[in-house]
């Protein structure tokens, strides 16, 4: 198993995400098929084990506790998050963290994560009425949380507002970080926000819920053409293991085969050259055109929007909503604005298209959008 240094500790290099844990029949988690899983992850070396208070509609945390409590303390980390992801539960930092500790049978959290800092919810995690960064800080203090971090899919402006509260603070920051994100997220320059603000990266998402681990057999093939032996999730891996400030990559595995295959991936190190940085890249970009939209964000078009709208970043919204077959950032991220600044305000006066350099239907776009997030 690789690790990596941060700070005093060496964490395994791949850490097991607990939000998609083996499940039986009627959704409910496999606990047996999950402790072999941990078995086996222990034995191969992996340190890290990442849950969250909503995985698994709550059960992910009291599975992982019961699971963990067979092995020493001081074998393994362990992560979790205050779920700010749902606005009911800003004021109850409290009572959820201790729920927290007693769900995971521990009495400290190695990691501790303020989760999900996005547009929803970034005016609350910075209103000082919730307490939450005080409160984080007092666990920190008394040896509960033993490292404070944070995870966003919000935007780059939004990650911006929170590191300028709690920056000071963070001491790592968890991203969805792909090589098709890398540019239809822009998970680059979240990499290089993080890189200028100094915080290690923890990787979430790495194959985008199993996606680029089943490529198409065209892209499949182009990328076995530059190395037949590696599967498309180790190239996935490998595009991360290039990323010297990625620190912990979590892999939601679902079962025995996925873990033992990334374990296998992660016993050591390959970075990818030019070359092959730029053939994955080439496919992500034909992969995203054949359902996204050219937009280059020149921004011609929001002057002339007679609503005054952000055209380019509902067109971004649009396009990783479109091209994910749906998910929650896109809902996330429009309801987030005021009514008069989201799609269904789209007169379809089509003032936008006629300076639009490449040539974009926005007003179809806006009304096809509107219909999406019904």
Not at 84 to 111: P, S, T, W
Not at 114 to 139: K, M
Not at 297 to 305: A, G, P
């Amino acid at each position: 198993m690789i690790y990596k240094k941060f700070q005093d500790k060496a964490l395994s290099a791949l850490g097991l995400g607990c939000m998609r844990l083996p499940t039986n029949g009627d959704g409910s988690v496999d606990v047996e098929a999950t402790r072999e899983m941990v078995d086996t992850a222990m034995r191969e070396g992996i340190n890290y084990y990442d849950t969250a208070w909503g995985y698994h509609g709550g059960r992910s945390e009291p599975v992982m506790g019961e699971i963990l409590e067979n092995y020493s303390r001081d074998s393994f980390y362990l992560a979790s998050k205050f779920p700010g992801y749902d606005l009911n539960n800003m004021d109850k930092v409290e009572e959820i963290f201790e729920a927290q500790l007693q769900r995971c049978h521990v009495d400290y959290f190695d990691f501790y994560l303020v989760h999900n800092v996005c547009e929803l919810n970034i005016d609350q995690y910075l209103d000082p009425q919730y307490r939450i960064r005080e409160y984080l800080l007092e666990q920190k203090k008394n040896g509960r949380i033993r490292h404070l971090g944070f995870s966003a899919h919000g935007t780059i402006p939004t990650m911006k507002r929170f590191l300028d509260v709690y920056g000071p603070d963070m001491e790592f920051c968890q991203i969805q970080l792909n090589w098709l994100d890398w540019d239809l997220q822009d998970a680059k320059t979240k990499v290089e926000l993080l890189r200028e603000r100094h915080l290690p990266i923890w990787v979430m998402e790495p194959v985008r819920g199993g996606k680029l681990a089943q490529l198409e057999p065209t892209y499949a093939q182009r990328l076995a053409t530059l190395r037949p032996d590696w599967t498309p999730a180790r190239w996935a891996f490998r595009f991360l293991q290039s990323i010297d400030d990625v620190v912990v990559t979590l892999s939601g595995m679902s079962n025995l085969a996925q873990l033992q295959e990334n374990c296998e991936t992660y016993r050591a190190a390959a970075t990818l050259t030019e070359e092959e940085t730029a053939a994955l890249l080439a496919v992500a970009r034909e992969m995203t055109a054949q359902k996204t939209l050219p937009c280059t964000s020149c921004r011609y078009c929001t002057s002339y929007c007679p609503m005054g709208l952000d055209i380019p970043y509902l067109i971004g919204l649009y396009n990783e909503h479109t091209y994910s077959g749906g998910g929650f950032l896109a809902p996330m991220a429009v309801g987030a604005l005021a009514e008069d600044k989201r799609p269904t305000a789209c007169l379809g006066c089509r003032a936008c298209e006629a300076v639009c350099p490449q040539n974009i239907r926005i007003s179809e776009m806006m009304t096809d959008f509107a219909g999406k997030l019904q």
